[in-house]
């Protein structure tokens, strides 16, 4: 591996943040850490005393097999309590801590015109209601209910009333097809979807309900429909008093089948009794793409995530009263869940919930979000960092953003660019910003700084949270120390980890526990470096091997980003004649820049001066879009794909914008730069 310079400068907490901060300084996170290694009943134990359980746990907290020579692979946290998440993020609340007056969310649609704020009173009353709703059409504890809603506040109801009911959600993007949401009501056999008639994402309306009929439409043709009602939210958005587009939708109704949200709300009592469940009992079920097949129904369980997501929020955002708190990300993914829903109920927390996109109605959407709520603790990815870096410093200083305390990212290596950006123009250097590392497999963050804490190097994930454990291994599963690259594994769980494929065991334990026995694999390659701080390096499969030299395309594209002509860029393998394997990499160039030979050369250079000779391109093209999943990942396999001239692409229904494909083929190199 090609380690490029390690003088990296060292950012310091900002005292202001240390005073009241959960952990302090460095040292009290090792001896947290310490103990939650040493002792992880004792510190586990500490944390579960803030929640309600019906009925305490019976044996040791955290009980597990990672090894499968040993047999099968388990997890348990918990074992013999009884509880329930709803109760907890709620009642608990609301009851015990007299919070029902603080305002949960504060709503903001598509448009600045559209929000509304919602206490924690009145959205447990919203989710019993819901909860009776899904009794009466027939649900019951174990049940698993199908959402594809947009990001509005009845998709928390919904979630929080399958939770308290002890149905199990599986929550669809509402942005996938109805081909994907189809293979995902099949897969986990749910019973029941819940759905909105349409919503507005910037300009575009789109149609959700006939999506949702023609997924279901689908599930009959394959002969295994198991939904029996749909559950229709008639979003309020479309239905101001300017007018009622939804009219344009002309959803269709099928009475046998649709239930109308409003009408049933209405007639159901605002009290409904929490389901008590065991601790391992199913919570939700989220489905993830994998590298081959069909896409994993990720399993988590109610005991572990619950006191996995409450903690990491707390610590890793440093909670405080006060705070209003906005993640951007979609709740249809791992992170809404996690750091939308129930990590911040858990706490009282007070957030964002936003339905909108971050350039509609206009490119500094966030920023005035932000202005007008005085959001302290922010999270976002990388991706909207540098879509939002393009416009430049106007949209940004139009707004008021000293309420931030501390800045998060998630979801991809964040290249120093975007890193400094981020810091400096819209932290204004006070904020730390927290470069979060998890999987939707992790249930929550593993590798994070915490903010008052943990000196920051830009583009690191730093160090494992309370009760995780990492290595790095080689190729033969050795482990490596000090300074090293190479897998990255955990060698022991932590409450919030995934606890099995939904309905497949053997992928589970093939996927992430059979090419090290003992390990949990993330799947991506990593870096240590002297110091201890961790490095992702991306996906094994994004590692290029180049004359011998493991080189990771994480480094190359945050050389090629730090140039000042380069937004985005995406690296990928193309085979070669003497070398293996070169570098072919997408340049995705900033408004008004213009891809000539004298620019090829600059960035040549420039990668070569960052990581060394062996970096050099081979092949540099101007990408005047690259191709993303609706989720923001770059799909590496088409760039891939496209790098080779390879014309059959296969399945593309993940992919957001499909035009940029041929655009992309339009602009290839066939010879080398
Ligand atoms: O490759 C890592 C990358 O995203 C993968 C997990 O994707 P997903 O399950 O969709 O969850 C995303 C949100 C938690 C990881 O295997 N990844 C996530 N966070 C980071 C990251 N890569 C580098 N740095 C991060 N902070």
Redesign the pocket.
Known sequence: MVVPGSQHKLYHPPEGLQKDAHVPDFNCYLELYKKSIEEPDVFWKEVASDFYWKKPPTGQILQYNFDVTKGNIYVKCMEGATTNMCYNVLDRNVKDKNLGERVAFYWEGNSPDHREAITYGQLLGQVCRCSNTLKQMGVRKGDRVAIYLPMIPELVYTMLACTRIGAVHSIVFAGFSAESLCERIMDSQCSILVTADGVYRGEKLINLKQIADEALEKCREKASATVTRCLVVKHHALRTQDGDVSNKLQTPWDAACDVCWEEVMGQVSEQCEPEWLDAEDPLFILY?SGSTGKPKGVLHTVAGYLLYTSLTFKYVFDHQPDDVYWCTADIG???GHSYITYGPLANGATSVLFEGIPVHPHVGRFWEVIEKYRVTKFYTAPTAIRLLMKYGLDPVQKYDLSSLRILG??????NPEAWHWYHEVIGQKRCPVV???????TGGHVLTPLPAATPLKPGS?TFPFFGVEPTILNEHGEELEGEAEGYLVFRRPWPGIMRTVYGNQERFESTYFKKFPGFYV???GCRRDKDGYYW?A??IDDMINVSGHLLSTAEVEASLTDHGAVAEAAVVSRPHTVKGECLYCFVTLKDCREFNRTLVDELKRQVREKIGPIATPDFIQNAPGLPKTR?G?IMRRVLRQIARNEKDLGDLSTMADPKVVEVLFNHRCETAS
């Open positions: 993830t993914w791992i992170t990212t998630v979801g991809e290596p964040i470069d979060t590392f998890w999987q939707t497999e994930a993330t799947g991506d992702i991306g996906r989720s990942k």
